[in-house]
């Protein structure tokens, strides 16, 4: 995503918090208490500076990066690559690589995460507001083996996603079992009303222009700022963390430097590998939705973004000893969008039912790959759950996906 800038930071007008370590705070240092802060929140009982697992695990681990809904003629087409170096050079040849991964159900956000979280295609409220109605991976591996809610998480930059995609409504499994989720852009708006509300406004001109400002800085260049609420219950802002919390925020906001939400959830994602080493991780990037705002250039950004990040996260498991060679990464995006020239507007939705909506890829990479293949094959994406949940040692569940017979158990 496009670097911008905060308007109200660039004109360097009075701030109302102290000025001193605004100066040494960067944007960086921001994200890294931000990471705390979610550790935090999730994990109340959960020390923020050490590992709640202390020894590495043996078992296989899964991360899954799923990518909003990008076409493959802006990816893995000929003409697409030019979006996606890292995934068309860097990873493809060690990958085993579906060309044609379907979504064969609802082509909308929450749904679609929801089909390939639990292995059925789901049919529920478009924005989040029922839980998918039969168990999600997480729920299947945390009932079925007794895993512990800290080794199941997703963090995503989704708006349209809610926390219900973490667990489904399903009796026998539900909540209790479900995973944790987060979302680390409502959590740094979150982070900052508290600290709006803790009395560091000298008056209420002041703590609207800091809003203003804090609006700007995350709009920018990135659609998701539109929309986007300051959850009131907020107000658990772990002591450990809260005052370098706020003081990056600060720092955050007075440097003006916005950064995308694929890039928070990226980092965010990179903190809990480090401190929590899950064994189920699910990452949602979206900046690649900027499309629906008819922002082609955005679109292409979003994409290029992603594949740069997707190629962090797995950077991060060959480096990271809690999961290098004991992980398999799954990277697929969440559909396709609309044919140019389409009644629908093209690239700006993802709502026709053609191929360009519904065809898309699915790239396997690490311990599940038996040796490099491209599979022309199709498959669905209600597939991969159930694959995924064997690689696990989960027991099979009846389904309407399938076992991928390439991956390697
Ligand atoms: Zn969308």
Excluded at 342 to 370: E, Q
Aim: contains cysteine.
């Amino acid at each position: 995503m496009q670097e911008g800038r905060c308007p109200g930071a660039e004109m360097g007008s009075a701030f109302p918090v102290e000025p001193v370590p605004l100066l040494h705070a960067s944007r960086r240092t921001f994200l890294r208490a931000a990471g705390m802060l979610v550790a935090g929140l999730a994990l109340p009982r959960a020390r923020a500076n050490e590992k709640v697992r202390t020894t590495a695990n043996s078992g296989h681990k899964i991360v899954v990066a799923v990518i909003g809904g990008v076409r493959r003629d802006e990816t893995f087409a000929p003409e697409g690559l030019v979006n996606i170096p890292h995934l068309s050079t860097d990873l493809l040849p060690k990958s085993l690589f579906y060309s044609h991964a379907r979504n064969e159900g609802v082509t909308a956000h929450f749904n679609a995460i929801s089909s390939i979280l639990t292995g059925n295609w789901q049919r529920v409220d478009d924005w989040g507001k029922l839980a998918p109605t039969s168990p999600t991976l997480f729920e299947q591996y945390r009932k079925g083996l007794g895993v512990d809610r800290s080794d199941t998480w997703v963090v995503a930059s989704n708006k349209a996603l809610t926390s219900l995609i973490g667990a489904s409504s399903d009796s026998n499994y539900g909540p209790a079992y479900g995973a944790n989720v987060v979302f680390p852009k409502q959590l740094m708006l979150q982070a900052v009303a508290d600290a709006l509300r803790g009395g560091r406004t000298a008056n209420m001109a002041d703590r609207s222009k800091v809003e203003s400002e804090l609006e700007s800085a995350m709009e920018g260049s990135n659609y998701e700022g539109l929309g986007w609420n300051v959850f009131d219950a907020a107000d658990r802002l772990d002591p450990r963390v809260r005052s370098s919390i706020q003081a990056a925020i600060a720092g955050f906001v007075r440097g003006g430097g916005p950064t995308s939400g694929d890039e928070l959830t990226f980092f965010m994602s990179r903190e809990v590998m480090r401190k929590f080493a899950p064994r189920v991780l699910v990452v949602v990037f979206s900046d690649v939705e900027a499309a629906h705002f008819g922002a082609y250039s955005m679109h292409l950004s979003g994409i290029r973004t992603a594949d740069r990040l997707a190629y962090q996260l797995w950077q991060e498991v060959e480096a990271n000893p809690d999961y290098r060679g004991q992980t398999t990464m799954v990277i697929l995006p969440e559909f396709g969008r609309d044919p140019d020239g389409s009644s629908t507007n093209g690239f700006f939705n993802h709502r026709a039912n053609v191929d360009s909506t519904r065809d898309t890829w699915m790239m396997t990479l690490g311990t599940a790959v038996d040796r490099p293949q491209i599979v022309e094959r199709p498959i669905r994406h209600v597939d991969l759950c159930p694959t995924l949940a064997d690689l696990l040692g989960c027991r099979p569940l009846s389904v309407q996906g399938t076992r991928l017979v390439e991956f390697q158990g």
